[in-house]
């Protein structure tokens, strides 16, 4: 598609794309933030599958040292 014939939801999709690509650091502090405001679905889908599964992990870690060394 040409840049005039962009939907503005397009456009928004195809920004923030690009910004993921240039700083994925930043988008994780993104995906934090609006966590905060309590769109959990908004945390999932900026982290994408990777950060979303790396969190998963860190829970789960989290739960088995607090189990091991709270006994």
């Known amino acids: 598609m040409r840049e005039g014939k962009e939907t503005p939801e397009r456009r928004r999709e195809r920004l923030k794309q ?3 690509k240039r700083n994925p650091t930043g ?3 993104d995906a934090f933030n609006r966590n905060e405001a309590g769109n959990l679905s908004g945390l999932a889908g900026s982290l994408g599958w990777k950060g979303l599964g790396i969190l998963i992990l860190v ?3 989290g739960f ?8």
Not at 64 to 71: E, T, V
């Open 59 to 61: 829970i789960i870690i």
């Open 18 to 20: 690009e910004e993921i």
């Open 64 to 71: 088995i040292l607090a189990s091991i060394f709270l006994k």
């Open 27 to 29: 988008n994780i502090n």
